[in-house]
């Protein structure tokens, strides 16, 4: 079994995490949160409903087959510029970068990985991909309300469902900035979010 990813960032070296899941030739993406769901299915062990993954199972014998619509991918550690939260398909990958701080401007990315395998084009101003951009925007705002509805409180990750919303404006979002900065540990380097200690 091989799960490596050369550094923490949302794209391609980032996320793309290769995974043998047998000794023959069954390569193929791998979500971790997919793994409970996977293990539940080959148990024969029925999961609960509000399990977060899909099962893999079928990709065993259907290797270019397809578990979901889209997977929603996030970035939440390191300095709050670097923070994001995407969408991919197989065809494409859509990012929102929320930032507005010292003089940048929230953006939009999005890269048809058909052709552009590592996201070197950015083509969400061009007119010709305006449908594969709403459509893949579309993905993302789902993904963002059902993150939204199961995130976990009193660990931190609270704002970030505001923080990744298209609709809201910088002005609404740099006070959650504030707020998750008081909050830092000392861990220095990593995360801007409090952690609790062991046993708290």
Known sequence: MQVVGPGLHIFRGGVFLPLFLLDRDAYGAFVTRGLAATIFAASGVTAPVDLDGKSLLQLLTNPH?????????????????????????PEWKYIYWYSAKDGMKPMDELFHLGHDE????????EPNYARDLASMQ???????????????????????????????????KAPLIREVKEGEGESGGGSKIKRKKAGQ
């Open 65 to 89: 087959g397809q578990v979901r619509d889209f997977l929603p991918l996030f970035n939440f550690w390191g300095t709050d510029t670097a923070q994001s939260m995407a969408v991919v398909t």
């Open 118 to 125: 590592y996201e070197m084009q950015n083509v969400a101003t």
């Open 138 to 172: 579309k993905a993302y705002d789902t993904a963002l309300a059902a993150i939204g509805s199961k995130v976990v409180s009193d660990h931190g990750y609270e704002h970030y469902s505001k923080l990744f919303d298209r609709s809201l404006t910088w002005e609404q």
